[in-house]
């Protein structure tokens, strides 16, 4: 009997210990949904970037295309909140697909590509202004390198703590396509396992590198545990049989405001 009790006080000591990684998981769902059987197609833009920031003196025509410098960055994130847009996470947009759930007036999913160091030093503060979220796809093995290019563990966890939403792009940017079961599994469960671990919270989205995917990435996706994954290619219809196929909208260099407000529009 005393050696029950103890065990029970041991366990009710485990779980207090556990809490504060417990309490930050507390506002989002850590299992996935069950769908409810109704088809849904909701009109949700997801905005792609890659590069936000100025241009490098030695920039070529890719880097230059995939950059948003932070000046027209900043007036898109205006337009945003001018125009009454509310920006959500996948996860508001999943619970919405799967269940019906509530989305606010305009919403809009941010989404940031590659894990690079200036979604740290730019894009962070100016969602942070604006009370904006985002979703960045990190490639995890840049992470454990400390490529100074990518954020690192520390930036990656402290982006966490303040409910940006740190998710999968892979462990080292493959091309999903050209890979076998083994090195999808070990690529996709690898780079989860990693942001699991570094940022205390859950991580169940994706983003197809170079958006390469096909019939057996697909396949070999629904064994694991991951909910949903944006592709590149263009559009803002989600729907409940696509999960793993979110279209997005891609941002680029010389994307101007009325061609910003013309990609949010259904
Ligand atoms: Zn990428």
């Given at each position: ?14 779980s ?34 890659h ?23 900043r007036a898109q ?25 509530s ?20 894009v962070f503060?100016?969602l ?26 520390q930036?990656?966890?402290e982006m ?20 076998d079961?083994d ?8 780079s ?35 909910w ?39």
């Amino acid at each position: 009997m005393k050696r029950r009790f103890f065990r029970i006080f041991l366990f009710l000591l485990l779980s207090l210990s556990g809490n504060t990684i417990e309490a930050q998981d507390a506002d989002r769902a850590i299992t996935p949904l069950t769908w409810d059987g109704t088809l849904r197609r909701i009109h949700v833009p997801i905005l792609m970037y890659h590069y936000v920031g100025e241009i490098p003196a030695n920039a070529d025509d890719m880097r230059i295309n995939l950059t948003v410098e932070t000046a027209a960055f900043r007036a898109q994130m205006q337009y945003l909140r001018d125009n009454r847009y509310t920006t959500i996470s996948l996860y508001d947009l999943y619970a919405a697909l799967m269940r019906g759930a509530s989305l606010p007036p305009n919403p809009v999913v941010l989404t940031f590509d590659d894990g690079y160091l200036g979604h740290y030093t730019t894009v962070f503060p100016i969602l942070q202004e604006r009370g904006f979220t985002g979703t960045f796809f990190i490639i995890t093995a840049r992470a454990d390198a400390n490529n100074p290019e990518h954020l690192n563990w520390q930036q990656i966890r402290e982006m966490s703590d303040a409910n940006m939403d740190m998710e999968s792009h892979t462990k080292d940017h493959v091309e999903l396509d050209a890979q076998d079961y083994d090195s999808i599994v070990y690529q996709v469960l690898g780079s989860l396992e990693s942001l699991r671990y570094y940022t205390g919270r859950e991580a169940y989205f994706f983003g197809f590198p170079v958006g390469r995917y096909n019939e057996n990435t697909l396949n070999v996706m629904q064994t694991l545990p991951v909910w949903a994954a944006v592709t590149t290619q263009p559009g803002t219809l989600q729907t409940t049989d696509r999960l793993l196929e979110m279209p997005r909208v891609r941002i680029s260099h010389d994307t101007s405001i009325a061609a910003f407000a013309r990609l949010l529009s259904p």
